[in-house]
């Protein structure tokens, strides 16, 4: 193994120094504390849903590890896990691209490492490292195409492309993003038949994309399971063309949002927008320039027209997906290309002009980006400082309802529970946190979401061990009027033993 570092080009090695040192500055809290709550501490010991999802292979994955060596959410073991995926996909972009800077390589692999949606990824530890390996799988994919022309390289390309649909599809668009700066690249630097190759690469990623629902397909038969609505992926064939016109014209509006807004928390002060509103101005009127030097007239169309497609590459999950609400900011991934784009630009122009002007820019550029990646490790660690914060907090809130609980009278240990008006409670005590600026999505939640959280039960099992017998309303359904007329939690009286059951009442049922 140190063989291979050693024999690595430079570039490869200053890559893996930046995803390493930036990944510790950013997640390193998150990779050496076990921050567990909502889906992950439902899903400690698998990967939640799988084939329902459309996951098929996420499903493969939880069985062979199941099987072998246990299913298990480690922050340390799934943080280096991820990092090595993240150094690969970022050097197998690097090589397609032909990015030589040695500081470009360690921008590229500093952002790929710090981006919010690594960020929320991680809060999700139980699959974060399933779900970057899908990411390998979607840049490695190209790789093959581009690497191997032949009809093996063409068929691992399109396994990789659907087993990393089947684990998690919005890496997807990844893939496609990377194709479309392909063709940009392959038309200042050469790449022989550059439209025609651009259609080779998008239509095998098609037709991985049909081979990963016919496995699905087989998947749901076999299992006898149906698709959920999650992420609208059931009906991604069934709605009109006027919605698929919408979405798609969504994609360029989230671009002017991203420029505007946090949006999804991926742009989290004004500084990262005005920053991404001058890197892209800067990168638009670079590939413009860069058009004039194209001499074939339809590759001068096919290039412009790259170019206005490149935000739908970049947002595929909108055409993806069919409603708003199934976009998650986990899913958006893909726009770290937008910040790839000016240092993708600075290195075409190296080999075509040497002004001191474009100089002097491209390096403010570099500059700029710096201060995206030191403002995406400063808000990562603001997300980690206050879940800390909240895992402690609903910790004590759960251990004082335990407390309460055992110490209510006539309570023995062997009594089942039920809680009524769950996911409810009000409470005016509950500590507002307030003071932190993210917006980046289960980071904006406060102690009253996490004590209401649908994984309450799991919670206080994992973490304050009190897992007593759970019932339902038939285990006192004679008590109805009783437990009505109780106070809800956490005044007194809201927690008492009814026919021989625990009864304690979190709100009032209707």
Known sequence: MERIFYNLDRKYKYTAMAVLISGICAHGFMFTNKISFHDDIFSLFGCGATIEAGRWALEIIVQVLRYTVGKYSMPVWTGVLTLLFIWASACIIIDLLQINNVNHCVLIGSLMTVFPAVTLTYLYMFTAGCYFGALFLSVLAVWLLEKYRNIW???????????????????????????????????????????????????????????????????????????????????????????????????????????????????GNRIIRVILTFCLFFSLITLLYFGRVITNRWEKIFYYGVIIILPIGVNLIYPMT??????????????????????????????????????????????CILITIINY???????????????????????????????????????????????????????????????????????????????????????????????????????????????????YGSIKVIDNVVVVKMSEIE
């Open 153 to 267: 390289g063409t068929i691992v390309a399109i396994f990789c492309i659907a087993f990393s649909l089947g684990i998690y599809q919005a890496y997807f668009s990844v893939g496609i993003s990377l194709i479309l700066f392909l063709f940009i690249k392959d038309i200042f630097r050469g790449g022989g038949k550059r439209v025609g190759n651009t259609c080779r690469l998008i239509l095998i990623q098609a037709v991985g994309l049909v081979v990963y629902f016919i496995i699905l397909k087989i998947s749901l038969a076999i299992t006898g399971t149906e698709l959920l609505s999650y992420q609208g992926m059931n009906s991604v064939f069934s709605y009109s063309m006027g919605n698929r016109i919408n979405r798609i014209v969504e994609c360029y509006l989230d671009i002017y949002r991203n420029l505007t807004i946090n949006e999804m928390g991926l742009v």
């Open 377 to 491: 490790i400063y808000g990562a660690n603001i997300v980690y400082t206050k879940i800390s914060f909240l895992q402690e907090q609903t910790n004590a809130y759960y251990t004082v309802l335990i407390t309460q609980i055992k110490s209510c009278e006539d309570y023995q240990d062997e009594m089942p529970v039920i809680f009524v008006g769950a996911g409810e409670i009000q409470d005016e005590t509950f500590t507002v946190n307030d003071k932190y600026r993210t917006m980046l999505t289960l980071a904006t939640n406060d102690l009253k979401d996490w004590v209401n959280d649908y994984s309450y039960i799991r919670y206080m099992r994992y973490h304050c061990g009190f897992e007593p017998e759970i019932v339902g309303w038939d285990a006192v359904e004679g008590s109805y009027d009783e437990i009505r007329q109780m106070p809800n939690y956490p005044d």
């Open 322 to 367: 069919t409603e708003e609400s199934a976009i998650h900011p986990i899913m958006r991934y893909s726009i770290i290309f937008l910040w790839i784009l000016p240092i993708f630009t600075i290195e075409l122009y190296s080999n075509y002009g040497k002004e001191r002007s474009f100089f002097n820019v491209s390096k403010f550029v570099e500059i």
